[in-house]
């Protein structure tokens, strides 16, 4: 079966941590760039962090750059992103999805990617 799924996400107070798992299924993420976006309710989806495989290229959002990492464990063929302080802010439902590297679309390019996960919920609250 082809599919990303993802896991780890919870309910976690301000300035905590989660780390979020991106398991893809069915395919080699070695030839493809992995996504996560958010998406918060009333709110456009948006681009948090993205990994080309094969190369180790990085981008992060405005937003959550040095709280979150974005990593892969080629051996497991799957995508992490730690999450460390967390805030109100960053309380969404987490999506990861692949697409081709070399598309020639920013990298937050929602259209750009071809395979969704179904979501996994953050809610960050005191």
């Known amino acids: 079966q082809v599919q990303l799924v993802e896991s780890g996400g919870g309910l976690v107070q301000p300035g905590g941590s989660l780390r979020l798992s991106c398991a893809a299924s069915g395919f080699t993420l070695g030839y493809y760039a992995i996504g996560w976006f958010r998406q918060a309710p009333g709110k456009e989806r948006e681009g948090v962090s993205y990994i080309i495989i094969s190369a180790g290229t990085i981008y992060y959002a405005d937003s959550v750059k040095g709280r979150f990492t974005i990593s892969r464990d080629n051996a497991k063929n799957t995508v992490y992103l730690q999450m460390n302080n967390l805030k109100f802010e960053d309380t969404a439902s987490y999506y990861c999805?692949?697409?081709?590297?070399?598309?020639?679309?920013?990298?937050?390019?929602?259209?750009?990617?071809?395979?969704w996960g179904q979501g996994t919920q953050v809610t960050v609250s005191s």
């Open positions: 999805a692949r697409r081709r590297g070399g598309s020639g679309y920013p990298w937050p390019e929602r259209s750009a990617y071809d395979m």
